[in-house]
Each structure stands twice: as C-alpha cells, then as structure tokens.
C-alpha cells in the first residue's frame, strides 16, 4: 500500500492557515481580557441597582466620567417606570432619578447620564453637560 504525501503547496496552506487561526484566538483572548473590567463593573452597577433602587429590569448601561466616574444604569421599576440609577465609582451616595422628571430633549441614546458637583447631568459625546432637570448647559 502507498502512503499519499502531501505536496509542498498544500502543506504551506495548512500553514500559513494554522497561523491565521493562532493569530485570531490571540486576539479573542486579548478581547475579552480587555473587556473584564467594563463586564465586571456593569454587573456589579446592575446588581447594586437591583438591590438599592428596585430596578426589576436593566436596560442601559455605562460609565460617565466629569470629576470623578459614575455608573449610570437606566431600567424598569416594579410598576415598569424608567429610573436611573447613578453610583459613584469610589462610593458613596445611590441617586436614583425617575426619568419622566427629564425635562432637556437629551436621553440615554444622545448623551450618558452621570453627575457633576452631585447634581444629575447628561453628558453630550463633545463633553458638555446638560442638567437633568432643566436641560441648561452647566459648567463641566
């Protein structure tokens, strides 16, 4: 019986194919790596606005920085009103906010809600702030 052998062509394939392969498994591994803190914080800012805030159901989230950062989570309450949830990322004071008192023209798809000098404020993606309450331009 003749054994077949593969041909210097097909070998340098399987090659140039097992690098690419090693070359796309490194950069998942990188990814995820990388995304562990972001994963870690959004699951440690649900979990605390579930417990504080009664939010039933989580619907947005994200991390705002002005002078210090802030997790904002934004979701459904029991009688499936939206609030939203800031915690300070070095402790402190939960404020919850119900989103029907918005009164600026902002929302969580056109800014990030978060808080400056410990007032509730949208932060608008050129960095300026919006109150919350007024929807007036305050100093950041």
């Known amino acids: 019986m003749k054994r077949k052998r593969l041909t210097k062509t097909k070998q340098i394939w399987i090659g140039v194919l097992l690098v690419i392969l090693a070359v796309l498994i490194g950069i998942l591994f990188f990814y995820i790596q990388a995304m562990r803190p972001f994963t870690q914080a959004k699951a440690d800012a649900i979990s605390l606005a579930k417990d504080k805030a009664s939010i039933k159901k989580a619907t947005y989230f994200d991390m705002v920085t002005t002078q210090s950062t802030t997790y904002s989570v934004i979701g459904l309450d029991k009688q499936d009103k939206k609030l939203g949830v800031l915690i300070p990322e070095k402790g402190g004071e939960i404020t919850v906010v119900a989103m029907s008192d ?16 410990g007032n509730v404020v949208w932060v608008a993606a050129d960095g300026s702030c919006y109150d919350f309450k007024t929807g007036d331009q305050v100093k950041k």
């Open 102 to 117: 918005n009164k600026s023209k902002l929302n969580e798809k056109t800014a990030k809600l978060g808080l400056n000098d």
